[in-house]
């Protein structure tokens, strides 16, 4: 079966510090790869999606950026973080070839406060 | 622009009651999915319903899907404590994305 880790589990961090959050996929191949943030009470907003290695499309301007150095591994970096990047941080994968008719499954999360 | 928004914003029901939680979205789809989400967990997805179905049933969940209103509901019968959370819908769009609702908060009350 597949799961999905994600770490750390929660992180308070310094404005200006850098960021680095991890997501794995296991017991699947060729995934997409989401990160999405959820600000408190909220809904998703999505950061970046992945269709492969080294292929990442970023849906909104930001001091974030993404990466994805193996199949089933994807980052969420920041060189500097704001305050505003406060939130709940997601990562979903897809079975690639599903289109828009699979169903995505989520991490567990990263609750990210920046002070 | 939000592609699908529920209602209520929040919904407080007591234990053995339904709930009903609808959805409206803006464009044209190819299906519809409702997800849950525990405080301060991940997503979860609890049903997909296609274009061309207009019920769907899984468990104590029953989804309506009403394309030419461009809107869905989600029932859950004899609801129950575990119940209570925040609940998504969700409708695909280009490069296989998802454009999530803001949710609707239920609780149930023991």
């Known amino acids: 079966s597949q799961t999905i880790h994600q770490w750390p589990a929660t992180l308070v961090q310094p404005v200006g510090s850098p960021l680095s959050l991890e997501c794995t996929v296991e017991g699947t191949s060729n995934p997409n790869l989401y990160w999405y943030r959820q600000a408190a009470g909220r809904g998703l907003q999505l950061l970046f999606y992945s269709v492969g290695i080294g292929q990442i499309s970023s849906e909104v301007p930001q001091n974030l950026s993404a990466s994805r150095p193996q199949d089933r591994q994807f980052i969420l970096s920041s060189k500097k973080l704001l305050l505003s990047d406060s939130g709940f941080y997601l990562c979903?994968?897809?079975?690639?070839?599903?289109?828009?008719?699979?169903?995505?499954?989520f991490g567990p999360g990263t609750r990210l406060t920046v002070l | 622009s939000q592609q699908g928004e529920e209602d209520p914003q929040a919904l407080s029901i007591q234990e053995g009651e339904n709930a009903t939680m609808n959805c409206s979205y803006k464009t044209s789809i190819n299906n519809l999915q409702w997800y849950r989400q525990n405080s301060g967990r991940g997503l979860v997805h609890l049903i997909l319903?296609?274009?061309?179905?207009r019920e769907k049933h899984s468990g104590r969940l029953r989804v309506t899907l009403d394309t030419s209103k461009k809107s869905s509901s989600l029932l859950i019968t004899a609801s129950r404590a575990a119940d209570t959370a925040s609940y998504f819908c969700a409708t695909p769009g280009a490069n296989s994305k998802l454009t999530f609702g803001k949710g609707i908060t239920l609780s149930v009350r023991p």
């Open positions: 319903i296609r274009s061309n179905e």
């Open positions: 979903a994968w897809k079975e690639r070839g599903t289109s828009g008719r699979g169903a995505q499954y």
